[in-house]
């Protein structure tokens, strides 16, 4: 089990960038898929992206690819979400989670997760 941390949120106008923060805890991280969900208010926790820990590889959801940026420090055991040209429909609460082996796109398939923070995006 890892234990995740996030920061980072906060309120951002339409067309501004944003980076959040996920540090982890974990020893073995090189065995672990880091992945960044949201959940707007109302609606299912969705994938927004993943990394694999050691080769950093990253997988982005269609509606975040080429606005949104995953990567990770070794040193600091910690994962990024890069977020650039925010739109309202971005605003949720977003988590950090993390799985042993390869990346999914299901929330399910993740069983440690971080509380969320909060991203608004004001139009």
């Known amino acids: 089990q890892v234990q995740l941390v996030e920061s980072g949120g906060g309120l951002v106008q339409a067309g501004g960038s944003l980076r959040l923060s996920c540090a982890a805890s974990?020893?073995?991280?090189?065995?672990?898929?880091m992945a960044w969900f949201r959940q707007a208010p109302g609606k299912e926790r969705l994938f927004v992206g993943s990394?694999?820990?050691?080769?950093?590889?990253?997988t982005y959801a269609d509606s975040v690819k080429g606005r949104f940026t995953i990567s990770r420090d070794n040193a600091k055991k910690s994962v990024y979400l890069q977020m650039n040209s925010l739109k309202a429909e971005d605003t949720a609460v977003y988590y950090c989670?993390?799985?042993?082996?390869?990346?999914?796109?299901?929330?399910?398939?993740?069983?440690?997760w971080g509380q969320g923070t909060q991203v608004t995006v004001s139009s």
């Open positions: 989670a993390a799985r042993i082996g390869g990346t999914r796109g299901t929330n399910t398939a993740y069983p440690d």
């Open positions: 974990s020893l073995f991280l090189d065995l672990y898929n």
């Open positions: 990394i694999d820990w050691k080769s950093g590889t990253s």
